[in-house]
Every structure is written in structure tokens, then in C-alpha cells.
């Protein structure tokens, strides 16, 4: 199965000028943004194999991903 991009622009295209805005003008958004991507990569790393780690890392870090892309919703669909 092929690996999945998570960035917040493919998993919310209809919020690009809205991210972009958020980005650019709203400190906290920019903060999770950054987060969520550093996290982002770091689980496909993991998937990739390029790290190895312990199934439970993986889990939690995909876990802290969801926890913010979540987080990052509430802001965009304010």
C-alpha cells in the first residue's frame, strides 16, 4: 500500500487561502501548522522506514498528528 501525504493542504484543499491567511496572520495557527507538519514528517519517515522505531512510537506520533490536524480544523472552520 503506498503511503499517504498528510500535508494540511491535501487533506483540506478547499481551505487553501484560508491556511495560507491563518498562516501569515494568527500566531497560534502558525505555531500548530509548523507542529503538524514537523509530525507529519516524521511519521512518514517512520512508514518509510528511513527511522526505526517501536510500533507503540509510531502509533503515539500518529496519535499527536491527529491531535493537531484535528486542532487545526477547529480553527480553519471557525
Do not use: N, W
Not at 12 to 28: C, N, V
Not at 34 to 55: F, K, M, N, P, T
Request: glycine share 2%; proline share 3%; with cysteine.
Amino acid at each position: 500500500m503506498p503511503l499517504q501525504k498528510h500535508d494540511l493542504l491535501h487533506e483540506f484543499p478547499e481551505y487553501r487561502e484560508r491556511i495560507h491567511q491563518l498562516k501569515t496572520s494568527d500566531a497560534h495557527f502558525s505555531k500548530l501548522f509548523e507542529q503538524y507538519h514537523e509530525v507529519d514528517h516524521e511519521v512518514l519517515r517512520l512508514e518509510q522506514g528511513v527511522e526505526v522505531c517501536s510500533d507503540d512510537y509510531l502509533e503515539e506520533k500518529k496519535k499527536q498528528r491527529l491531535h493537531l490536524k484535528d486542532q487545526l480544523f477547529v480553527a480553519l472552520s471557525a
